[in-house]
């Protein structure tokens, strides 16, 4: 269970890590970025947000049904 619980962490880690990138790369950079370009840079984004979001709710799911709590 101990690993589950690391690799939930490590999930979590890399989910904020991409939110923190992404948010910092819309925000503050000044560079401009057409339209088509950045419709493919959101759509990349919410497909690896939503690739993390399910592998954490599968360990959390497997913690559960090892009876701990995530």
Known sequence: M???KK????????LQ???????FNIS???C???GGAFSALEEDYE???KE???KIAR???EIRKAGGNP
């Open 2 to 4: 101990e690993e589950l």
């Open 7 to 14: 690799e939930l962490a490590r999930l979590k880690d890399c």
């Open 52 to 54: 993390y979001l399910e």
């Open 17 to 23: 890590d991409l939110d923190d990138t992404h948010n």
């Open 47 to 49: 497909e690896e947000k």
């Open 28 to 30: 503050k950079t000044f």
């Open 59 to 61: 360990v959390e799911d």
């Open 32 to 34: 401009h970025i057409g």
